[in-house]
């Protein structure tokens, strides 16, 4: 009987091994199934990450060729507005050169003065139909927005801050100062 007991405590590290080899077993099968689990999710995540990259390289192409495109476009548009002028200007360079053919084949003033009076109606009718327009000023009072003030005169048949003369005509585009009108105003005493 002695050997017996003797046995069975022999039994109980053998199974306490046989436990600690089973739960390692078990833990190293947890621990292998949590590295293919983390494995699976850093290769999800590296495809995800490739694809964003691949996304952005396409996006910053696609946004190299829109400025190319757009560069283009303003390009031509130039292009097309100087063209425009040009040939709107073509005209207005024949009238001048009739203008100072007659005046030479007639030794005529007046013919040479009907011939520029003509012509800068030309001009002002183009750029009339560019939307281009003069500033009104004599008689106005000074507006700062409209008018370049480069004198001050005594006078008592304008009221004080109106303008007087123009030295150079203003004009607008669209009812956009282009060029401010540069005049004399009217100062009171």
Known sequence: MKRHKEDETRKVPIEAGENAEQERSTQEEEVSADME????????????????????????????????????????????????????????????????????????????????????????????????????????????ELHEALMRVDTGEYPDNTVVDELEKGYTLNGKVLRPARVRVAMSD
Request: glycine residues 4%; charged residues 30%; negative net charge.
């Open 37 to 144: 689990a983390l494995q699976t999710e850093i290769e999800k995540l590296q495809a995800s990450a490739r694809e964003a990259h691949d996304q952005y390289v396409r996006t910053l192409a696609d946004f190299d060729n829109f400025r190319k495109r757009q560069r283009e476009e303003t390009a031509r548009a130039c292009d097309f507005a100087r063209v425009e002028v040009i040939s709107a200007l073509l005209p207005i360079i024949d009238n001048f050169e009739r203008s100072v053919q007659a005046a030479e084949e007639q030794h005529s003033y007046d013919a040479l003065v009907e011939g520029v009076s003509l012509t800068l109606r030309g001009f002002h009718d183009m750029l009339a139909g560019q939307g281009v327009e003069a500033i009104e000023s004599v008689g106005q009072e000074f507006n700062p």
